[in-house]
């Protein structure tokens, strides 16, 4: 089946809701308008169920088929979008483009969300499937944990889900055509925290102090060789440092030096031998230099892994939708992560990606969501439902 001539009718529709919710984006959990306006759409849509305030700022519709459901058929099925956009000043130039100074949807959350609204209409209209169908709007997808916020809140048991999709556009992918793979698709990321403590002294008499500068880059120096020698070649792990603070004068070596990143990583085992080399190589480098460091090491979000069996179904459907040849079953993993992952952790399920065409890559300022890719997106969720819960 291709997109479904009703959602393709309501394209226009859905584009509105979706740069409505791009010209007023909201940051992590303070998505006050954003969730108050899907709740509000989700009530109008007749949905049985609108529940507010799951993970702090989460909304949850729940949709019950008119169909009745059979033996140990499956009988919920959950569907998840993100809200929440970035801390990036906009440059796209688009007349609905972002009110809110210094913040904008650069990843796309807009489109996303918007796609499950349509689809929950959709379903609220026709109720052809079987069992109940779950629309769950997630907070804080962006750094802040909203999906484990959900889960830790009673998610899944709380409206019996059983199993659990998600979905994400891809710059670069055309539009109309899916990308997934079962086991690993996005990686795990974790916060690293590194603080240096030297001597400080004047910069003429650099004998006289332990720079902090100079042990900080030698760390940085040292950390790519747990990628490069510590990590089997065929594995993937990435450590990066994104910050490094030190010093505020031109004549003073500092006594102290912050530097933050994160390391990224697609198996448990590279990422237990990740947080352990990085505390070797940080407290071994400072001590070699007369200096102490000290590395906090947080696990952030974990590994996203696609089950088999359900990723197999979701490519299936997404077949049907966007036909022979447009459905990628082997895309490589990517190295960035998603909190989806603490949702894949309980319960068996899949995350795929929609294509975008040829926009600017995610959090990229000029990034802006194609609303040409919300046919597919929305009549796949529609379609996942009535193949997964069929009467």
């Given amino acids: 089946m291709p997109i479904i001539n009703r959602v393709a009718d309501m394209q226009a529709e859905i584009a509105e809701w979706r740069r409505d919710f791009h010209a007023h984006p909201e940051l992590l959990y303070e998505v006050h308008r954003t969730a108050g306006s899907v709740a509000e759409r989700l009530r109008s849509f007749g949905c049985d169920e609108v529940v507010t305030g799951i993970g702090r700022t989460g909304v949850v519709g729940v949709i019950r088929g008119r169909k009745g459901t059979a033996g140990d058929a499956v009988r919920t099925i959950g569907l998840r979008a993100d809200m929440d956009a970035l801390p990036i000043e906009e440059e796209t130039g688009v007349p609905y483009r972002s009110t809110a100074p210094g913040k904008m949807h650069a990843c796309g959350h807009d489109g996303h969300s918007a796609m499950l609204l349509g689809a929950a209409k959709y379903l609220a209209e026709t109720r052809n499937f079987a069992g109940t169908a ?3 709007f997630q907070p804080a997808e962006e750094g802040g944990g909203g999906g484990r916020a959900m889960v830790q809140d009673g998610l899944l048991d709380r409206f019996g889900i059983e199993q659990v999709f998600g979905m994400h556009n891809t710059p670069g992918l055309p539009v109309g055509q899916f990308a997934i793979r079962p086991g690993p698709i996005m990686a795990a990321a974790d916060r690293l925290k590194i603080e240096i403590e030297g001597l400080g002294t004047h910069a003429a008499k650099p004998h006289l102090g332990v720079d902090t500068i100079l042990v900080g880059a030698q760390i940085i120096n040292q950390i790519q060789s747990i990628v490069s020698r510590n990590t089997d070649p065929l594995d993937a792990a990435v450590v990066s440092i994104t910050m490094f603070q030190a010093g505020n004068t031109d004549n003073v070596i500092p006594q102290t030096a912050l530097m933050r ?30 200096a102490t460091a000290r590395l906090t090491y947080k696990r952030d979000y974990p590994v996203t892994v696609n089950h088999e069996r359900q990723t197999a179904f979701a490519a299936a459907v997404a077949t049907e939708v966007a036909g022979q040849g447009r459905v990628d079953t082997e895309t490589r993993p990517m190295m960035g992560a998603e909190d989806f992952s603490f949702m894949l952790n309980e319960r068996p399920g899949a995350y795929i990606f929609v294509g975008n065409g040829n926009s600017a890559g995610l959090h990229h300022p000029a990034y802006d969501f194609n609303d040409d890719a919300i046919p597919a997106g929305t009549s796949y969720w529609v379609r996942l439902v009535e193949s997964a819960l069929p009467g």
């Fill in 261 to 290: 990143g994160t390391a990224r990583s697609l198996s448990a085992e590279v990422r237990d031998a990740l947080e352990r080399r990085l505390h070797e190589i940080v407290e071994g480098t400072a001590r070699l230099y007369g």
């Fill in 134 to 136: 779950v629309v769950i």
